[in-house]
Antibody, heavy 120, light 108 residues
Framework: EVQLVESGGGLVQPGGSLRLSCTAS????????MNWVRQAPGKGLEWVSA????????YYADSVKGRFTISRDNSKNTLYLQMNSLRAEDTAVYYC?????????????WGQGTLVTVSS | DIQMTQSPSSQSASVGDRVTITCRAS??????LNWYQQKPGKAPKLLIY???SLQTGVPSRFSGSGSGTDFTLTISSLQPEDFATYYC??????????FGQGTKVEIK
């Protein structure tokens, strides 16, 4: 059974940093593309970042480029999102999601999400 | 960037109704269109990928159609557990997939 479990969310001040983690199980983590998607309170879904499977190439939405870094540790089956220079508009539930059939999208499995609140 | 526009933004329906949700892309995306269902407080769930392929485990009352710029998600007979928000997503411009704004299906 595929499982994705996020952690690391919390309250952080504007300009601060936070690192999210997503621990995966039930599939070959190293071969699959992984994504971060966020959802601001009461709003829709926004794709944030992706990390390709075998190539390890990384991709970012314009709204986070230069501030967020996606990475993975295949030995720990864990995906990360390092978030720096956080802004109030980064407040959201952050989901990690697996790409289907070794592609970045569609996203066939999602974690339960972790809430990031950026506020002073 | 490819923009995805869903209509309607919300819809009231009764159990047993046939429900149709539309998604329009700002340019042709071939059949690279996916549909997700999200219930309050829960993660999204993939329903349909590549415009019309049913994800494993999804009930057959859900179906998708379309190609190019216009796409449709149909629920043939709405069930109580189907009241949720539905999102389309284009994966034509992967690795930069974008979502529609969502359609909330509410109880009439």
């Amino acid at each position: 059974e595929v499982q994705l479990v996020e952690s690391g969310g919390g309250l952080v001040q504007p300009g601060g940093s936070l690192r999210l983690s997503c621990t995966a199980s039930g599939f070959t983590f190293s071969s699959n593309a992984m994504n971060w998607v966020r959802q601001a309170p009461g709003k829709g879904l926004e794709w944030v970042s992706a990390l390709a499977g075998n190539s390890g190439s990384t991709y970012y939405a314009d709204s986070v480029k230069g501030r967020f870094t996606i990475s993975r540790d295949n030995s720990k089956n864990t995906l990360y999102l390092q978030m720096n220079s956080l802004r109030a508009e980064d407040t959201a539930v952050y989901y990690c999601a697996k790409g289907r059939a070794y592609q970045i999208a569609p996203l066939d499995y999602w974690g339960q999400g972790t809430l990031v609140t950026v506020s002073s | 960037d490819i923009q995805m526009t869903q209509s309607p933004s919300s819809q009231s329906a009764s159990v047993g109704d046939r429900v149709t949700i539309t998604c329009r892309a700002s340019q042709s995306i071939s059949s690279y269109l996916n549909w997700y269902q999200q219930k309050p407080g829960k993660a999204p769930k993939l329903l349909i990928y590549d415009a019309s392929s049913l994800q494993t485990g999804v009930p057959s009352r859900f179906s998708g159609s379309g190609s190019g710029t216009d796409f449709t998600l149909t629920i043939s007979s709405l069930q109580p557990e189907d009241f949720a928000t539905y999102y389309c997503q284009q994966s034509y411009s992967t690795p930069f997939p974008t979502f529609g704004q969502g359609t909330k299906v509410e109880i009439k």
